[in-house]
Every structure is written in structure tokens, then in C-alpha cells.
């Protein structure tokens, strides 16, 4: 059976640590100037001294800052600094993975030591050379909203509040948050005849806005988020203002809606959020680990049809500035734009390193993790559905009797067999070709491919959603980006509270 383990090292008392991350004092002393081509050896060399196919070393270094405010009043106001480093190293399927929450060089020699004793391994690591590597800049910033002072950022998220009781008498409760993070990571891998160290910065931040709308007994709520890799230059795109009163807009249109019908009826999916669909009940099943597990039911499927030929699902890490865009992934692999559903072909799957090995090809960039603490394993970054030729009034015209879904709260999948269920907080009837009463309760339930299967006519009109949705797996969680066009799928089940 392959071999999993994760093990802590404990600090020790030595020489102090060297520095990753940007300081007051050094503004531009960050990544590779930090940790030198010598001790990255050394460690890489003490993790292998058993023996293994290969080692890698993830530093990281995140600062983050979160501000609350709950109806009005400022709630809570949240801060941390975290830094470490995680060691793997991997003989065929079996890993060993260590940790050490410190930049101590002692420390991380520890780390890399019990790395290596778990994984077992026999043989000796050959002299290689260290390569320090570029990468692209696909979200530069020049200034961070972390480092906002407390005063404006409050600021921000009083606007909202503003804006979105001012939207009616009848919103009387006004929620929001924001949370930015600075991040850089520093990832060291022993492939071949040399190490390839590369650097990132990775700057993020969000925000989210909740209304609750009330008209006699009756209470409804509304959100907003948004956000991804910039700096204060977003809320000149996308103002604290609009995301008030978008929360507002969809509380209140929530108080006109209806039940849900119960049935199977023709979907059509919205431009922006509904891409959360296509995240979870197609991309997933796409990871190569669940295929090399053979726990997809996309096992084994590669070349055949998987979907309508008008689809094709694309990831794509290198979107300008998306809240799941990546220089490079976690284990230090540049990553490029990668089709995994051509023309509804399956063309191939996400793929990290060790999922690459097995089925002997290359890795698509696609090894992401949440912290040094967690190994990595294949995640997607920005996953869409390109646009087709279709309008998307015409394609609402097209629908006798159905559903249009806007806006999703999230959904589940099972992997094994694509099988999926997906709430709406933004649903509408369509009846002969209009959109007419807001629904309430609604849940699309379906299988990934089925559904896929159903794609009859897809929109020239793609978005990508803003920056809100973050993914979870195996418990970790990573910040991803999902889009797509107006698509209509000619059959899935509502599972809705009105017959007919």
C-alpha cells in the first residue's frame, strides 16, 4: 500500500532564522534572496539521504488581516503572521511529509530527516546543481489592501453597509467582512539533474456583504462578495457600493419569490456564477489523483466523449488578476492554460507530479495545497466553460417551461459516480421564453456528465465570476476561480417544494 505520513518537527535553539518575506527595513528582500542555493541543498540532501524518487521543500510566509462588522458595528478585528516550511519526500506512492513552523536551519534539517524516515527509501542522492527559475507575473500589485490602515479599511465596509440599507426601508440588517492576505512562497524541488528554486508573491483580498430584507413576518437575505489577486485598485472596479446594493437587491427580490416546482424541467444556467457547477460536479472528477485512484467515474475515459460537442472546459491559471490565478503551483511547476474537455471530448486530466508519474506524463502545474503544513494534490485554479455562438436571449426563448439559475450558494459532489446537488439563492420560472417569478428553495440535482450530456445551445456572453469561491478537499482549502456563458441544459431535476 503507498505511504502517507505527516510529522511536525519541533524547534530548536540555534542561529536565527533567515528571513523570507519583505520587511520595512528591506522592501525587496524576498524569496530566493532569502534562502541561499546552499542550505536549500543541504536540506534536500538530508531528505533524500535515505534515499526517494524525489524531494521538494514549500515555504511560505502569510500575513493576513480581517475586519468584521456585524449590523452596523464593528465586530471583530483579526490578524496573524504565519511561516514555515514543508518537506516531502516521495519514493513511487509512498510520501513522506514533515513540517517545521519555524525558518530555523536546524529545524528544517529535522524536518527534512523524518521526511525522509518516513518515506523508507533505500538509495543516495547524486551532486546537483540549484537553478533559480522566473516565472510570469500574472497579478502584479503595488500596493496591498493588508496594509490598508484600520481606519480606511472599516471605512470600506461602513460604505457598503450604507449603501445597502439605502436601498429600502425594508432592509433591516446589514452584515460584511473583509479579509486580505499577503503571501509568498519560495518552493525548492530536486528533479533531474538540477534544483529549481522559485519564488511567488501572491497577494489576495475579499469582500462580502449580507442583507436581510423583512416585509411583514416574512424575512429574506441577500449577499455579495467579491475580490481576487489585486490591491485597493479593485474597489475602483467593483465599489464597497455595489456590493450593498447587490446584497440588497437579491434580499429584496427574495421576498417576492416563490416555491420552487419539483420535476425535471429544462435549466438554463447564467452567465458568472454558474461556472460553481461546472467546478464541482465536472472538475473534480478531472483531478488525477481520483483517476490514478480509479474513484472517478472520468477512470479511463480519455479521448472518448464525455460531454455535447458544444462543450469544452477549460483551466486556466494565467487570468489577469482571478482569485484562482498562479505564477506557479506548489510544487514549483509553471503551469499553462490546460483543456481537459475539447469539443466534449476528454482530452486529459489535472495533474501534480506524483499523479503525472504514474501515468507518465507531465504535470499540468496543477499541485496546490493550503499551507506548508498539507502536501500538495492536483486542484484546479480558474475553471470555465468557453462561450459558444448562441444569444442568450434566445436561448431563454427557447424555454417553454424551466428554471433560470443565477446565483449559487455552493453544491456537493460525489466523485465516483458525478452524481451532484446545488443550491440556489437567485432562481427564476421561465415561462414561454421569459423570465417571470423569483424562486425560492430551489436545488438542482443531476450527474456531471448526464447534465454535460444535456448542453444544447451555449451563449457568446462568458463571464468569470468574482473573486468569492474557495474550494475544499481532503481538508484543505484553496481560493479558486470558476466561470462560464449563458448555457442551456435540456433537462434536470428541480427539487423544488411545488408540484408541477
Same mark, same amino acid.
Given at each position: 500500500?503507498?505511504?502517507?505520513?505527516?510529522?511536525?518537527?519541533?524547534?530548536?535553539?540555534?542561529?536565527?532564522?533567515?528571513?523570507?518575506?519583505?520587511?520595512?527595513?528591506?522592501?525587496?528582500?524576498?524569496?530566493?534572496?532569502? @534562502?541561499?542555493?546552499?542550505?536549500?541543498?543541504?536540506?534536500?540532501?538530508?531528505?533524500?539521504?535515505?534515499?526517494?524518487?524525489?524531494?521538494?521543500?514549500?515555504?511560505?510566509?502569510?500575513?493576513?488581516? *480581517? $475586519?468584521?462588522?456585524?449590523?452596523?458595528?464593528?465586530?471583530?478585528?483579526?490578524?496573524?503572521?504565519?511561516?514555515?516550511?514543508?518537506?516531502? !519526500? !516521495?519514493?513511487?506512492?509512498?510520501?513522506?511529509?514533515?513540517?517545521?513552523?519555524?525558518?530555523?536551519?536546524?529545524?528544517?534539517?529535522?524536518?527534512?530527516?523524518?521526511?525522509?524516515?518516513?518515506?523508507?527509501?533505500?538509495?543516495?542522492?547524486?551532486?546537483?546543481?540549484?537553478?533559480?527559475?522566473?516565472?510570469?507575473?500574472?497579478?502584479?500589485?503595488?500596493?496591498?489592501?493588508?496594509?490598508?490602515?484600520?481606519?480606511?479599511?472599516?471605512?470600506?465596509?461602513?460604505?457598503?453597509?450604507?449603501?445597502?440599507?439605502?436601498? *429600502?426601508?425594508? @432592509?433591516?440588517?446589514?452584515?460584511?467582512?473583509?479579509?486580505?492576505?499577503?503571501?509568498? $512562497?519560495?518552493?525548492?524541488?530536486?528533479?533531474?539533474?538540477?534544483?529549481?528554486?522559485?519564488?511567488?508573491?501572491?497577494?489576495?483580498?475579499? $469582500?462580502?456583504?449580507?442583507?436581510?430584507?423583512?416585509?411583514?413576518?416574512?424575512?429574506?437575505?441577500?449577499?455579495?462578495?467579491?475580490?481576487?489577486?489585486?490591491?485597493?485598485?479593485?474597489?475602483?472596479?467593483?465599489?464597497?457600493?455595489?456590493?450593498?446594493?447587490?446584497?440588497?437587491?437579491?434580499?429584496?427580490?427574495?421576498?417576492?419569490?416563490?416555491?420552487?416546482?419539483?420535476?425535471?424541467?429544462?435549466?438554463?444556467?447564467?452567465?458568472?456564477?454558474?461556472?460553481?457547477?461546472?467546478?464541482?460536479?465536472?472538475?473534480?472528477?478531472?483531478?488525477?489523483?481520483?483517476?490514478?485512484?480509479?474513484?472517478?467515474?472520468?477512470?479511463?475515459?480519455?479521448?472518448?466523449?464525455?460531454?455535447?460537442?458544444?462543450?469544452? !472546459?477549460?483551466?486556466?491559471?494565467?487570468?489577469?488578476?482571478?482569485?484562482?490565478?498562479?505564477?506557479?503551483?506548489?510544487?514549483?511547476?509553471?503551469?499553462?492554460?490546460?483543456?481537459?474537455?475539447?469539443?466534449?471530448?476528454?482530452?486529459?486530466?489535472?495533474?501534480?507530479?506524483?499523479?503525472?508519474?504514474?501515468?507518465?506524463?507531465?504535470?499540468?502545474?496543477?499541485?496546490?495545497?493550503?499551507?506548508?503544513?498539507?502536501?500538495?494534490?492536483?486542484?484546479?485554479?480558474?475553471?470555465?466553460?468557453?462561450?459558444?455562438?448562441?444569444?442568450?436571449?434566445? $436561448?431563454?426563448?427557447?424555454?417553454?417551461?424551466?428554471?433560470?439559475?443565477?446565483?449559487?450558494?455552493?453544491?456537493?459532489?460525489?466523485?465516483?459516480?458525478?452524481?451532484?446537488?446545488?443550491?440556489?439563492?437567485?432562481?427564476?420560472? @421561465?415561462?414561454?421564453?421569459?423570465?417571470?417569478?423569483?424562486?425560492?428553495?430551489?436545488?438542482?440535482?443531476?450527474?456531471?456528465?448526464?447534465?454535460?450530456?444535456?448542453?444544447?445551445?451555449?451563449?457568446?456572453?462568458?463571464?468569470?465570476?468574482?473573486?468569492?469561491?474557495?474550494?475544499?478537499?481532503?481538508?484543505?482549502?484553496?481560493?479558486?476561480?470558476?466561470?462560464?456563458?449563458?448555457?442551456?441544459?435540456?433537462?434536470?431535476?428541480?427539487?423544488?417544494?411545488?408540484?408541477?
Amino acid at each position: 500500500m503507498p505511504k502517507s505520513a505527516t510529522a511536525k518537527a519541533k524547534p530548536t535553539a540555534s542561529a536565527a532564522s533567515p528571513a523570507l518575506v519583505r520587511t520595512p527595513e528591506a522592501p525587496f528582500m524576498t524569496g530566493p534572496q532569502a @534562502i541561499s542555493r546552499q542550505l536549500a541543498q543541504q536540506v534536500l540532501e538530508r531528505a533524500l539521504a535515505r534515499g526517494g524518487d524525489f524531494a521538494d521543500l514549500y515555504f511560505e510566509y502569510r500575513r493576513s488581516a *480581517s $475586519i468584521s462588522m456585524e449590523d452596523g458595528r464593528v465586530r471583530s478585528v483579526g490578524g496573524s503572521v504565519d511561516m514555515g516550511v514543508g518537506i516531502r !519526500v !516521495v519514493e513511487g506512492q509512498g510520501v513522506g511529509y514533515a513540517y517545521a513552523e519555524t525558518l530555523d536551519p536546524m529545524a528544517m534539517l529535522d524536518a527534512a530527516e523524518t521526511a525522509g524516515q518516513i518515506a523508507r527509501a533505500g538509495a543516495k542522492i547524486r551532486p546537483i546543481k540549484v537553478r533559480k527559475r522566473r516565472t510570469a507575473d500574472v497579478y502584479s500589485v503595488e500596493a496591498e489592501v493588508v496594509d490598508i490602515e484600520g481606519r480606511s479599511r472599516v471605512e470600506l465596509l461602513r460604505r457598503a453597509d450604507k449603501a445597502a440599507r439605502a436601498a *429600502s426601508p425594508k @432592509i433591516v440588517r446589514v452584515d460584511a467582512n473583509l479579509v486580505a492576505v499577503h503571501k509568498e $512562497i519560495l518552493v525548492v524541488s530536486s528533479h533531474g539533474e538540477q534544483i529549481d528554486m522559485v519564488y511567488d508573491f501572491q497577494p489576495m483580498c475579499r $469582500i462580502s456583504v449580507s442583507a436581510v430584507a423583512r416585509e411583514g413576518t416574512r424575512s429574506e437575505s441577500g449577499s455579495s462578495s467579491g475580490g481576487g489577486r489585486m490591491g485597493p485598485e479593485y474597489f475602483d472596479l467593483v465599489s464597497p457600493e455595489d456590493h450593498g446594493v447587490e446584497a440588497s437587491r437579491v434580499a429584496l427580490l427574495n421576498l417576492d419569490s416563490r416555491e420552487a416546482p419539483a420535476g425535471t424541467f429544462p435549466i438554463v444556467l447564467a452567465p458568472g456564477d454558474s461556472g460553481i457547477l461546472l467546478h464541482e460536479a465536472v472538475g473534480h472528477g478531472l483531478e488525477a489523483d481520483f483517476n490514478r485512484k480509479q474513484t472517478s467515474n472520468y477512470c479511463g475515459r480519455v479521448g472518448q466523449s464525455v460531454a455535447s460537442a458544444l462543450v469544452t !472546459v477549460v483551466d486556466d491559471p494565467a487570468i489577469a488578476s482571478s482569485r484562482g490565478s498562479i505564477n506557479v503551483d506548489d510544487e514549483g511547476v509553471l503551469p499553462k492554460p490546460h483543456r481537459l474537455i475539447e469539443g466534449g471530448k476528454l482530452r486529459g486530466y489535472l495533474q501534480d507530479r506524483i499523479s503525472a508519474e504514474w501515468f507518465k506524463t507531465k504535470p499540468t502545474g496543477s499541485g496546490r495545497r493550503q499551507s506548508f503544513r498539507h502536501e500538495p494534490m492536483p486542484r484546479m485554479t480558474n475553471t470555465f466553460m468557453e462561450e459558444g455562438q448562441d444569444a442568450p436571449e434566445d $436561448i431563454i426563448k427557447s424555454v417553454k417551461r424551466g428554471v433560470y439559475a443565477k446565483k449559487f450558494s455552493g453544491g456537493q459532489v460525489n466523485i465516483s459516480n458525478g452524481d451532484f446537488v446545488f443550491s440556489l439563492t437567485e432562481g427564476y420560472l @421561465i415561462e414561454d421564453g421569459k423570465l417571470t417569478a423569483p424562486l425560492k428553495g430551489v436545488n438542482l440535482i443531476g450527474n456531471g456528465p448526464e447534465a454535460l450530456a444535456t448542453v444544447s445551445m451555449v451563449g457568446h456572453d462568458f463571464e468569470l465570476s468574482d473573486g468569492m469561491w474557495t474550494c475544499g478537499k481532503d481538508g484543505q482549502s484553496v481560493p479558486v476561480g470558476v466561470g462560464m456563458p449563458t448555457v442551456k441544459l435540456d433537462s434536470l431535476t428541480v427539487g423544488g417544494s411545488s408540484v408541477g
